[in-house]
């Protein structure tokens, strides 16, 4: 399979994410220019995003995974190191093969045939300052024996402020409530139960939304509304970096979000699904840990 059913709904979908990718990285970028706190780094100049394409079976770009023989696409990591952002990646990709028979159970609709196509955009941000909020969001189409959508958006503060949990909650609920009224409640606890970590016993940030196997019956629909999660992100996230990344930080707090980055890798490497598909069909390893925060402390 090197597409789905409806190859132009496949090249739709990639395109758009690559869209996505290009409007996230100028607005970052802006706010990188901006940067004027206390805080600020002289020799530090603004950063920028470097891009790295990578394909499936080149050598270091694929780690073999449990897709078959038959496989390929690739894709390509936005990475940004700047004194606004310590490191954030906005990363596109669209792949294709086959599951192992092991994964394949594990799939919706690859049960019947082991090909698959994927596609989507992956956003992890890790700023520098500990008063602006980290954040995750990715969007995925799915194609097997049938096609679906996939994706969420979660805000990981480290000192929660009402006014950011509260403005990142109603960016969110209104690109659900244009689509469906039933989405918003039911994405947000699919949220609050998928980013917990069972193991500690507390959420991994303040929440958002997420969703799996979206196929509502109208494929139009259903890219609509991963279209407008995606602009829902790109609208409210800076503002929110905007609102604290001049404000002047202390160490206290710098360590408090070395502690809490912890939690995020814990939670990444344990209990992601998006970590555990991209590995089991021979992404990128780079691409796929690039959710990782640079820097993290545990207690």
Known sequence: MTAPSEEDRGKRASAWFQELRDDLCAALEEIEDALIGP????DRPPGRFERTAWRRGDDGGD??????????????MSVIRGRVFE????????????????????????????????????????????????????????????????????????????????????????????????????FKKW???????????????????????????SWERDFAFVQDVGRALLEVYPRLVRRHMDQAWTEDQRRAQLVKRGRYAEFNL??????????????????????LPPLTMWP
């Open 39 to 42: 805080n600020t780094t002289s």
């Open 191 to 217: 949220c609050d139960e998928y980013f917990f970590l069972p193991h500690r016993g507390e959420p991994r940030g303040v929440g958002g939304i997420f969703f799996d196997d979206l196929a509502s019956g």
């Open 270 to 291: 344990l209990h992601d699904r998006g970590t555990v598909f991209g590995l089991k069909t021979g992404g990128n390893t780079e691409a796929i840990l690039m959710s």
């Open 63 to 76: 780690n073999g995974g449990d897709a078959g023989g038959d496989d390929g696409g690739g894709g390509v």
């Open 87 to 186: 490191k954030g990646g906005v990363n596109v990709s669209t792949v294709f093969g086959e599951f192992s028979e092991e994964f394949r159970l594990r799939v919706p609709g690859a049960a019947e045939d082991s090909r698959f196509w994927a596609s989507g955009v992956s956003v992890v941000i890790h700023p520098c300052s500990p008063l602006v909020p980290a954040v995750h969001m990715n969007t995925r189409m799915i194609a097997t024996t049938r096609e679906w959508f996939g994706g969420g958006a979660d805000l990981t503060p480290v000192f929660p402020d009402a006014l950011d949990t509260g403005a990142f909650h109603e960016a969110l609920k209104g690109a659900c409530d244009a689509h469906d009224a039933a989405y918003y409640p039911r």
